[in-house]
């Protein structure tokens, strides 16, 4: 009798000491390698990391708003972004801060060299690009003695050192540029020359590097009206560009392609043709608003180049807000599939929209989203199913930032940054006043749901619930990667602090099971 109660007692023992082994193990994996155990076989996104400051020095420049990324083949992330001495006045210097442990660390920000020897000139819209072991910078530079151009800026040694060159050749200032480099290595940078109070939308490209930029061609001739061209390039070469067109209070948006490395573009054509919907805002005490389309090309060869637009506009006129909206085309622009929206939640502001495209054909969507006096980034993610890759099946929204940012700060940069590495783990760099200062903060694409923030409004948890509705799959990975590291940890002690009474009262009660042993 004494003897089984014995074994029982060692069962119940042995039994504990299993599970605290096996939640042991599932803590070490998930701690050795948290992002490959949050993401498991698919790219479903349902909550972000930890917000991490990245402009990390104050010394110079109190204020740190529009941001832009990119990730090196060898998956170092950059950022960058522009520095202001008041939350919404012009730019003064742009920086960058690069991260090597896939966004867990960052270096201090370094702060990018000025063209003009002996010329201090002011820096603004930071632009990066990568390419063959290449890191490339885009930024403005300007002077108060009329000097304007955009500086490229490119680094073989992953940013540690610079090599800065003139790379626009326009008459008036130049203004809002993008850049991107084709798969043939040619470095191409459009933007708008702004003189007597109109634009005209330029090309310049590089055929060695970066090491020298010549014009190449004029995308659009002079007129009030343009606003921020768009690059991207397909997989042939071929070099698209996308941008606003606000004459008066509405417009459009423009779509024009070169065939032959950006020397000749043809007639700009409008995409919308339901109407004219881009529209700006003064900022009047809140953000500025304007529409600014991006376009990006599918990289999946089955997928011919298809091209997806992403844009803001003032198309319901039942709440006379922005929305953020998308269409696809998958003849080179020449037909579009419906405008299809991606906020559920139309009350407030949606703008400033970014995306990436992962390796599975899942778009994930970034942008912000102000209600009453509040602004926050949110994401989104879209899969096209079916025989035509036509039916748009949408996640969850989820907030990216843990806090909001008043609407006093009225210039957090006119865009988003969004990317995804190599092993389409998605990361997001935005700007965020949470401190009552604009700052840049980063965040990774988790497979599970953050913790509820605590300063969540009424107004951005009804976008939350309304959202909920919308999860078209669940992970489903099983009991073990489903619990959080937290509760995992719990269960260790409750094991431990059980088997210690257990073998407490088995003393206690029943002091024989010792006296037995001999
Ligand atoms: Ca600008
Ligand atoms: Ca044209
Ligand atoms: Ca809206
Ligand atoms: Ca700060």
Known sequence: MATRKLLYALIAIGLLIGITQTSNQVSADWAQDPVLMSYGSDTIILGFTQNLLLSTEDISYDHHVEVTMVISDNGTLFAGWKNSETHNGGGARVSFVKSSDGGETWSVPYHMPMFWHGVPSRQSDPWMAWYDGVLYYAYLEFTDTDLSQITVASSRDYGTSWDPVQATFGEGFADKETITVSNDGIVYVAYDDIADENSTVRLTRSLDGGESFEPASVIAESDPGHVAPYL???????????????????????????????????????????????????????????????????????????????????????????????????????????????????????????????????????????????????????????????????????????????????????????????????????TDGRNDEMDIYYARGTQFPQTEPSSTTDTTSTTSSTSTTDITSEPSDGFWSDLEPLAITTMQVGAVVLLILVVYVLMRRKPWLLEDQY
Do not use: C
């Open 232 to 430: 991207a390039v397909n997989s042939t070469n071929d070099v698209y560009v996308v941008w606003t067109y606000i004459p008066e209070t509405l417009g459009n948006l423009y779509l024009d392609a070169s065939f032959d490395q950006g020397l000749t573009f043809g007639e700009e054509e409008f995409i919308n043709q339901d109407g004219d919907y881009a529209a700006w805002t003064s900022s009047g005490g809140r953000p500025a608003k304007i529409t600014l389309p991006v376009i990006h090309f599918e990289q999946r060869p089955e997928q011919n180049d298809r091209m997806y637009l992403l844009w803001a506009d003032k198309f319901d006129g039942t709440h006379d807000t922005f929305d953020v909206y998308l269409r696809y085309s998958d003849d080179h622009g020449d037909t579009w599939s419906p405008r299809i929206l991606i906020n559920p939640e139309t009350d407030g502001d949606q703008w400033n929209p970014e995306m990436a495209i992962d390796s599975t054909g899942r778009l994930h969507i970034g942008y912000y989203d102000e209600q009453d006096a509040f602004y926050r980034p949110y994401y989104r993610s879209l899969v096209f199913t079916g025989p035509e890759s036509s039916i748009p099946e949408f996640g969850p929204v989820i907030p990216i930032a843990e806090e909001n940012t008043s609407s006093v700060f009225t210039r957090p940069g006119e865009y988003f940054s969004i990317e995804v590495d190599g092993d389409d783990v998605l990361h997001v760099v935005w």
